[in-house]
């Protein structure tokens, strides 16, 4: 199984704030990552797919980048509803995919 | 708009069974392949089985190897999981997701999840 390990496991942040969460897969997976937001008690949503691809209707605030091993999910400004849970997952194996354990964005 | 409804879940004991089922619409089912994750409480998601779109490759999770059971009605457009000697560890809110593939790349994506259903195991 390929392991996928994020950090921080939480942040503190402002509104306004520049926010990076980093992901690190065991073995390297090219572009095959995609990112999720939760928020308590809800399902995931998809933001960000193929390591950097926005999905539709995800604002432009957020980012995604990295290939290989290390990726990143950027959000450029943080807003009031982007305080949530955030999970990277690995798509490199076909259909059997791990997540990350998750960072957990708090307001500061 | 694309829809995925679970059901099934609930209060089991351990060593039972139970069947979940996720209802599809507004989309061509048979296209598509599924997945199963779950997130035990106050945990992370952890992915447990995927069907393949031509609904032929199934896939497990090890921690569920043996116990469970993906498949699917083409006819109902409806998605299970056959989840038999179930434990303790296996208490979780169970999501269905369809996936997604980038039109370059091969890049799976899980792009529609439902809202989950809760089973507990407990005695």
């Known amino acids: 199984d390929i392991q996928m390990t994020q950090s921080p496991s939480s942040l503190s942040a402002s509104v306004g704030d520049r926010v990076t969460i980093t992901c690190r897969a065991g073995?390297?997976?090219?572009?095959?990552l995609n990112w999720y937001q939760q928020k308590p008690g809800k399902a995931p949503k998809l933001l960000i797919y193929?390591?950097?691809s926005l999905q539709s209707g995800v604002p432009s605030r957020f980012s995604g980048s990295g290939s290989g091993t290390d990726f990143t999910l950027t959000i450029s400004s943080l807003q009031p509803e982007d305080f949530a849970t955030y999970y990277c997952?690995?798509?490199?194996?076909?259909?059997?995919?791990?997540f990350g354990q998750g960072t957990k964005v708090e307001i500061k | 708009e694309v829809q995925l409804v679970e059901s099934g879940g609930g209060l089991v004991q351990p060593g039972g069974s139970l069947r979940l089922s996720c209802a599809a619409s507004r989309f061509t089912f048979t296209s598509y392949a599924m997945s199963w994750v779950r997130q035990a409480p106050g945990k992370g998601l952890e992915w447990v089985s995927a069907l393949s779109g031509n609904g032929i490759s199934t896939y497990y999770a090890d921690s569920v190897k043996g116990r469970f059971t993906i498949s699917r009605d083409s006819s109902t457009n409806t998605l299970y999981l056959q989840m038999n000697s179930l434990r303790a560890e296996d208490t979780a809110v169970y999501y269905c997701?369809?996936?997604?593939?980038?039109?370059?790349?091969?890049?799976?994506?899980?792009?529609?999840w439902g809202k989950g259903t809760t089973v507990t195991v407990s005695s």
């Open positions: 193929a390591a950097s």
């Open positions: 073995q390297s997976i090219s572009s095959y």
């Open positions: 997701a369809k996936e997604d593939i980038a039109a370059v790349g091969y890049y799976y994506y899980m792009d529609v």
């Open positions: 997952q690995q798509s490199y194996s076909t259909l059997t995919w791990t």
